[in-house]
């Protein structure tokens, strides 16, 4: 059975850092791009950032973009997110999906086939 499991979330002052991470089960990653989102109460679903499948290829929001990176490793079926100098309104839960798509459409939300079940990332001030 295909599954998606994030780790790595918790509590964590301002200008503190995280690595999330998102590991795939029952399905290799490998020809898939792969994206984290993120969604704050009462908020819709954001693109944070994706990378294609062969790792040649990032995407980043305006709002992330020199903080975070993320990364994969294809021999073990992992996508990473380390996040850097945190502001309080990077707190969301955040989530790894898996795109149908090889390296197009990254920032596009329903390009994503598959979710995994979130992790809480949560910056105080």
């Known amino acids: 059975q295909e599954r998606l499991r994030e780790s790595g979330g918790g509590l964590v002052q301002a200008g503190g850092s995280l690595r999330l991470s998102c590991a795939a089960s029952?399905?290799?990653?490998?020809?898939?791009?792969m994206g984290w989102f993120r969604q704050a109460p009462g908020k819709e679903r954001e693109f944070v950032a994706a990378?294609?499948?062969?790792?040649?290829?990032?995407v980043y929001a305006d709002s992330v973009k020199v903080r975070f990176t993320i990364s994969r490793d294809n021999a073990k079926n992992t996508v990473f997110l380390q996040m850097y100098s945190l502001k309080p309104e990077d707190t969301a839960v955040y989530y790894c999906a898996v795109s149908r798509y090889y390296s197009t459409a990254l920032n596009d939300l329903n390009a994503y086939e598959s979710w995994g079940q979130g992790t809480q990332v949560t910056v105080s001030s």
């Open positions: 029952g399905r290799t990653l490998s020809s898939n791009a």
């Open positions: 990378i294609t499948a062969n790792g040649g290829h990032t």
